[in-house]
């Protein structure tokens, strides 16, 4: 019988136990290991919680996966069920369904599956361990087995013998929405009542309003978070929390309030930020920037492969600092949207194309005063970008003309898929006036564009418009 097939029956065979909630959970215990995975998709999937709980209880592998799944309603009282089917205590340790589950992650992930491939090793195995915190599971089984090869014996060896460590995996956003506040009350008992049996690891963090959350934020451990996003915060308290993120690869603030830079917050920020090795994405919104550019790519890693600079209050001095940067050569996503870069020259854009050419997949420019003259100046730069895959440069004021012959030249770029563009300048009354904007005018613009598209054989490529 061929593997499409087996799975097909072991799918049924799923569907079949969940019509029966009460012999579903009784039949855990003896039931095959192949029927599992798709027991537990299908009960995820329906909501079943009292089944899910049983079955983390009962799960015959070291760790369990939400991966691809996705689930609308009662998201949280499923996650909540899961969590308490861990076994962390240890009367729990000696049920005699005896689960092997040592980590249980709730992140949602497309590329990961709902069980790691097991392979023989000295520890459990789990492609997604956590590998910095003291508190991990790989830590912890090698302290265990460390003890035990050395022959130690006394009462703190014995409980860290008999204790068997489970990692919970997470991802946190701290807001003011009741239900998600309960939820992280919720996992701040579990942690607190598990005698240090369970590692709370959270690597994607988002915070709004810092100052209302920062007794939340003790209970986890900060050396764990890889992607951090902050909204509204004093300078001073993000230096704080960086110096305790040192593993994050990806920074993302915006509303941070701070004085001048060339204040003594600035540079504090400065140097725990150019301590992050691991950084590869950096964001910042709404952070004043004008003419200071320079201080921050100094301090930055060269690899640096995402670079967003919403509001920062750019000049033109920045963008020649930019593309001079070692960072230029690098960058695969560049947001400078919401600065008036455009307002004077357009050569230092036009020197940054250059340098990025090589590497360049994402690109914004919103609202950047864009026009027709410095759009047709920039486009051979732009045709260079041989590697674009999306453009964005809406709410510019460019003509209809101008953007077809933008579309006639960026043709020839075969990675190019996606281009939101400006609503065209004779669309509306008063260009991008809220209330002007002739949308049958729009509708015949996006039919002309189409239509070249499909003349020139790119239907592979879509231009859509940010109209307001």
């Not at 709404?286 to 921050?296: G, I, M, N, R």
Request: aromatic share 8%; hydrophobic share 40%; charged share 15%.
């Amino acid at each position: 019988m061929d593997q499409k097939a087996v799975a097909t029956l072991l799918g049924l065979a799923a569907k079949s136990l969940l019509s029966n909630e009460p012999a579903a959970i009784h039949a855990l215990e003896e039931l095959p290991r192949d029927l599992f995975v798709p027991l537990f998709i299908d009960a995820f999937l329906g909501g079943h919680k009292k089944i899910l709980k049983a079955m983390v209880r009962a799960w015959p592998f070291h760790c369990l996966h939400i991966g691809a799944l996705s689930i609308q309603e009662s998201y949280y009282e499923i996650l909540e069920a899961m969590i308490d089917g861990l076994q962390i205590h240890p009367d729990q340790n000696s049920s005699s369904w005896g689960s092997k589950l040592r980590i249980l992650d709730l992140r949602q992930d497309p590329d990961c599956g709902t069980t790691c491939s097991e392979i023989s090793t000295t520890f459990p195995f789990c492609f997604q361990s956590c590998v910095y915190s003291r508190h991990s599971i790989l830590k912890t089984e090698e302290a265990q087995h460390n003890v035990k090869c050395l022959g130690i014996v006394n009462s703190e060896s014995e409980l860290l013998s008999t204790q068997k460590p489970i990692e919970l995996l997470v991802d946190l956003s701290f807001n003011s929405i009741l239900r998600t506040n309960q939820f992280l009350s919720f996992l701040q008992s579990k942690v607190e009542h598990s005698f240090g049996s369970l590692h709370l690891c959270c690597r994607d963090l988002q915070i709004d309003k810092i100052s209302a959350h920062k007794s939340v934020l003790q209970f986890l451990d900060l050396g764990c978070i890889d992607h951090l996003e902050l909204n509204q915060a004093y300078l001073n308290e993000v230096t704080t929390l960086l110096a305790q993120m040192i593993h994050l690869n990806s920074v993302s603030l915006s509303n941070i309030s701070f004085k001048h830079c060339k204040g003594e917050d600035f540079r504090t920020f400065l140097i725990q930020l150019g301590q992050l090795d691991n950084l590869q994405e950096l964001s910042l919104a709404l952070f004043c920037l004008t003419d200071q550019l320079h201080k921050l790519l100094r301090i930055l890693p060269p690899q640096l492969d995402t670079l967003c600079l919403s509001f920062c209050g750019l000049s033109n001095r920045d963008i020649t600092v930019l593309s001079q940067s070692s960072q230029a050569t690098y960058l695969r996503l560049l947001n400078l949207s919401n600065n008036q870069i455009f307002s004077e020259v357009y050569e230092p854009f036009q020197n940054l194309l250059e340098k990025v050419s090589g590497t360049l997949e994402y690109l914004e420019i919103n609202n950047c005063l864009v026009t027709d003259s410095t759009l047709s100046a920039v486009l051979p730069a732009l045709s260079h970008c041989t590697h674009l895959r999306v453009l964005s440069f809406a709410f510019n004021p460019i003509t209809m003309p101008v953007l077809m012959g933008l579309l006639q030249h960026l043709t020839c770029l075969m990675d190019l898929k996606h281009v939101i563009y400006p609503v065209p300048v004779h669309c509306y009354e008063q260009w991008n006036f809220p209330g002007s904007l002739d949308r049958q005018k729009l509708a015949e613009v996006q039919a002309q564009l189409t239509a070249k598209l499909h003349v020139v054989q790119r239907d592979d490529m879509t231009w859509t418009a940010c109209p307001e």
